[in-house]
């Protein structure tokens, strides 16, 4: 099956710092999503970004298809955002397991 | 509701008893996940249903494990005789349709004692 990839696997930042997370996956992809996972454990939506660039507020997501990676910028970084970042891909083809990597762990110290 | 709904959100149970766990997805959404995540990991995919489709299950630990979702909404996973290892958080998403977005539940965190 498709393999997913995240680095780093722990980041450590003080607040207000920029960090950028990566997600590479080994086959083609119909779908890519980006999920927090906050300390309640909790799934929160961050980007559905199969291809393309997109922003919301402080957070903005590439995904470079042909390249098969993915990258979550996170800017000014604030406590609020410490918790695990989850990458998600959905194979081309009719698998419709929607696979996920490990995860980073990101903890931002004030 | 807004959201994917699960419940219970926790739950206690001795080895070897049955648990069912609940997930109501978000109106209208067609396609419905199950995963696992244990302590510390990653998520694994348990099963996906799609409408009126034959559900892939291939994700289902042992036979010990089944799910059923009823008039295309909600769904029910079922593990029969509970060990120790099943023990996790058992999250719910749905999407509009296969490939659109998921959108996950808070999930139920299972004990087995």
Same mark, same amino acid.
């Given at each position: 099956?498709?393999? /997913?990839?995240?680095?780093?696997?722990?980041?450590?930042?003080?607040?207000?710092?920029?960090?950028?997370? +990566?997600?590479?996956?080994?086959?083609? /992809?119909?779908?890519?999503?980006?999920?927090?996972?906050?300390?309640?454990?909790?799934?929160?939506?961050?980007?559905?970004?199969?291809?393309? $660039?997109?922003?919301?507020?402080?957070?903005?997501?590439?995904? /470079?298809? $042909?390249? +098969?990676?993915?990258?979550?910028?996170?800017?000014?970084?604030?406590? $609020?955002?410490?918790?695990?970042?989850?990458?998600? /891909?959905?194979?081309?083809?009719?698998?419709?397991?929607?696979?996920?990597?490990?995860?980073?762990?990101?903890?931002?110290?004030? | 509701?807004?959201?994917? &709904?699960?419940?219970? &959100?926790? !739950?206690?149970?001795? !080895?070897?008893?049955?648990?069912?766990?609940? %997930?109501?997805?978000? &109106? =209208?959404?067609?396609?419905?996940?199950?995963?696992?995540?244990?302590?510390?990991?990653?998520?694994?995919?348990?099963?996906?249903?799609?409408?009126?489709?034959?559900?892939? !299950?291939?994700?289902?630990?042992?036979?010990?494990?089944?799910?059923?979702?009823? =008039?295309? &909404?909600?769904?029910?996973?079922?593990?029969?005789?509970?060990?120790?290892?099943?023990?996790?958080?058992?999250? %719910?998403?749905?999407?509009?349709?296969?490939?659109?977005?998921?959108?996950?539940?808070? =999930?139920?965190?299972?004990?087995?004692?």
């Amino acid at each position: 099956g498709i393999q /997913v990839e995240q680095s780093p696997p722990d980041l450590i930042l003080q607040e207000g710092a920029n960090s950028t997370l +990566r997600c590479n996956f080994s086959d083609s /992809v119909n779908n890519l999503q980006w999920f927090h996972q906050n300390p309640w454990g909790q799934l929160i939506n961050l980007f559905y970004i199969p291809s393309g $660039t997109k922003q919301n507020g402080r957070l903005s997501a590439t995904t /470079v298809a $042909t390249e +098969r990676y993915s990258l979550l910028y996170i800017s000014s970084s604030q406590t $609020t955002d410490s918790g695990v970042y989850f990458c998600a /891909v959905l194979p081309g083809g009719s698998n419709y397991k929607l696979t996920f990597g490990k995860g980073t762990l990101l903890t931002v110290n004030p | 509701g807004a959201g994917v &709904s699960q419940s219970p &959100s926790n !739950k206690v149970t001795e !080895k070897g008893k049955d648990v069912e766990l609940r %997930c109501d997805p978000i &109106s =209208g959404h067609t396609a419905l996940y199950w995963y696992r995540q244990s302590l510390g990991q990653g998520l694994e995919f348990l099963i996906y249903f799609q409408g009126n489709s034959a559900p892939d !299950k291939s994700g289902l630990p042992s036979d010990r494990f089944s799910a059923e979702r009823t =008039g295309g &909404s909600v769904s029910t996973l079922t593990i029969q005789r509970t060990q120790q290892e099943d023990s996790a958080v058992y999250l %719910c998403a749905s999407s509009l349709r296969q490939g659109a977005e998921a959108f996950f539940g808070q =999930g139920t965190r299972l004990t087995v004692v």
